[in-house]
Nanobody, 122 residues
């Protein structure tokens, strides 16, 4: 019973920047990993970036050097700073979180946000 709400999407010109945010609707006991995925029209959803509770990050090759993922554990929020945006980055971006709302395995959860549209014009 964890809801994730994304914000920060919009329309920008190539070379511009956006900062996406994803916040949980309730207090979370722990989060193993949070990540951002995207899905462009006619394509499969792909991982853009992820970050573990320990701060380990992973990025898709297409966004390395341009995007930065970060998290605020106290606020159960993950961010995606997107710089030097390209038209190819146009997609719906989804937040994902895997973790626990309690200290036991039965309290494990995996949630997805509703998605936020990012459109980059040439």
């Amino acid at each position: 019973q964890v809801q994730l709400v994304e914000s920060g999407g919009g329309l920008v010109q190539a070379g511009g920047s956006l900062r996406l945010s994803c916040a949980a609707s309730r207090r979370i006991f722990s989060i193993d990993v949070m990540g951002w995925y995207r899905q462009a029209p006619g394509k499969q959803r792909e991982l853009v970036a992820s970050i573990t509770s320990g701060g380990s990050t992973n990025y898709a090759d297409s966004v390395k050097g341009r995007f930065t993922i970060s998290r605020d554990n106290a606020k159960n929020t993950v961010y995606l700073q997107m710089n030097s945006l390209k038209p190819e980055d146009t997609a719906v971006y989804y937040c994902n979180a895997d973790g626990h709302i309690g200290p036991v395995e039965a309290a494990k959860f995996s949630s997805w946000g509703q998605g936020t549209q990012v459109t980059v014009s040439s």
